[in-house]
């Protein structure tokens, strides 16, 4: 082993389906790590590599890899962390178009305007885009925004930009669709073109958002 290099701090490796395998790391950090050394490989046999968090699926060619051609390469594959270049994101929210901001507010028995300066304060990292093409998973909230639950009834119809909080995360909903988060604020910046194959965040992206007023929103 070269030195100053390490193990990957894989965790455990399981079958995805029989095309894919499913890698937990120990951190979220080991998992960006080799989420980027596998990039950097360029196997022909790998298709894609999608992270989230401490857990990264990675899908590979049958025809040129078997399921423990697979393994075997991960297991046997060196990384020391690199930091690559960050994306950083700056995102206009009107936070007036908040549906749930004062109840937001109540339950954390804060003013609207402290859960505004500290959502806003906040320094994002994207940790997993799902539940609808392009949906940003954010974290980490402030501790005095931390506790909120999602609604016992979710929306049938969450109007697209909206920005959300539950639990310690943050997220914005790039499209119309049902959803059970606080909304706390709305942006008009277009996240998602599937038509174009268009995604504007991406996992390891640093997202804050700016606040600004209902007619800026509306201009």
Wanted: hydrophobic share 40%; glycine share 6%.
């Amino acid at each position: 082993m070269a030195r100053g290099r390490k193990t990957t701090g894989i965790e455990q490796i399981q079958h995805l389906g029989d095309q894919a395998v499913l890698v937990t790391c120990h951190g979220i950090d080991s998992a960006q790590a080799l989420y980027q050394t596998i990039r950097q490989q360029n196997w022909p046999a790998v298709q894609d590599v999608v992270l989230a968090y401490h857990e990264l699926a990675v899908h590979f060619d049958p025809f040129i890899w078997s399921m423990q051609d697979c393994i075997s390469q991960l297991q046997q594959l060196k990384f020391s962390k690199v930091k690559s270049a960050v994306t950083q994101h700056t995102i206009h929210c009107c936070y007036e178009l908040g549906e749930d901001l004062e109840a937001v507010a109540r339950k954390l028995k804060l003013t609207t305007s402290e859960v505004i300066q500290l959502h806003s304060q906040t320094t994002f990292t994207v940790y997993a885009i799902g539940f609808s093409p392009g949906f940003p998973y954010l974290g980490w909230l402030p501790e005095p925004l931390h506790g909120i639950s999602r609604r016992e009834t979710p929306r049938l119809r969450v109007p697209p930009g909206s920005v959300a909080i539950v639990g310690k995360q943050s997220a914005i909903y790039p499209q119309a669709t049902p959803g059970g988060w606080a909304l706390i604020g709305r942006t008009n910046l277009k996240l998602v073109d599937l038509a174009e194959n268009y995604f504007r965040l991406a996992v390891g992206d640093k997202v804050q958002f700016v606040p600004i007023s209902r007619n800026e929103f509306q201009s």
